[in-house]
C-alpha cells in the first residue's frame, strides 16, 4: 500500500517506498498515472484506512459518527480516530506498530477506569485511565518497554505514568497534537459524492 500510495505509511524502518519509489506491477519502474480528484480523494481514504489500520466498514462508520457531531467533521474524524483504544496504547508507546497494539488490547491486556476492556475501537473520552491489567504486569515484554520508553514521544494530550503503568487521557487531541499524513477535506469530498 506504501507503494500504490506514494507515500510511507508503515512503521518499518525497511518500507518498501525508500527501496522503490514506483508503483507495484509486473511491469517495472513506469512513473505514476496522472490521477483524476475521484481518484486523489480515493487515495486520502486509502491512506487514512491504512494508518489506522481499519476496514473500510469501520472507517465508513467513523466518519458518519463524526458527521452526527458539532463542529468541524475533519477535525472529529481525527478526534474519533485518535482516541481508539487501539492507537492510545500505540501513541503512549507501548505498541510498537498499531498492529501490535491492536493484539494487546484484543488479548486483554489493559484495564479501562478498573474494568477490562479487549476493544480496539472503544473510544476514550477525556480522564480515562488505562492501566496494565494484573496478570500482564510481571510480563516481560511490557517491562522492557516501559523501560526503552522515550517520554518526548507520547503527545501532550496523554500522561504515561511508567512507575504506575497507567496512561491517562488529559484531554481531546487537538490540530496541533496529529501528525496528519492524509487531507480530512478530501476524504469529507470522497464521502460527500454519496
Known amino acids: 500500500m506504501c507503494r500504490r ?34 481518484g486523489m480523494q480515493l487515495a486520502e481514504k486509502q491512506k487514512a484506512k491504512v494508518v489506522y489500520n481499519l476496514l473500510e466498514k469501520q472507517f465508513r462508520l467513523t466518519f458518519a459518527k463524526a458527521e452526527k457531531m458539532p463542529g468541524d467533521i475533519g477535525n472529529n474524524l481525527v478526534t474519533l480516530l485518535e482516541t481508539r483504544f487501539d492507537n492510545i496504547i500505540y501513541r503512549a508507546g507501548l505498541a510498537v506498530t498499531r498492529s501490535q497494539a491492536r493484539q494487546l488490547v484484543n488479548h486483554g491486556h489493559f484495564l479501562i477506569n478498573s474494568k477490562k476492556v479487549n476493544i480496539p475501537s472503544y473510544i476514550l473520552k477525556t480522564g480515562d485511565m488505562i492501566a496494565l491489567h494484573k496478570g500482564s504486569d510481571g510480563n516481560k515484554y511490557f517491562k522492557k518497554r516501559l523501560t526503552e ?15 504506575k503503568s497507567e496512561i491517562k487521557v488529559l484531554h481531546q487531541p487537538g490540530e496541533s497534537d ?3 499524513l492524509f487531507s480530512t477535506q478530501a476524504i469529507i469530498e470522497y464521502y460527500s459524492r454519496r
Open 5 to 38: 500510495l506514494g507515500v510511507k505509511l508503515c512503521q518499518s524502518e525497511k518500507c518498501p517506498v525508500s527501496r522503490r519509489n514506483y508503483p507495484p506491477g509486473v511491469h517495472g519502474p513506469k512513473g505514476r498515472p496522472r490521477t483524476t480528484e475521484y
Open 149 to 163: 520508553l522515550k517520554m518526548d514521544k507520547i503527545p501532550g494530550w496523554l500522561h504515561l505514568d511508567t512507575g
Open 178 to 180: 496529529v501528525e496528519r
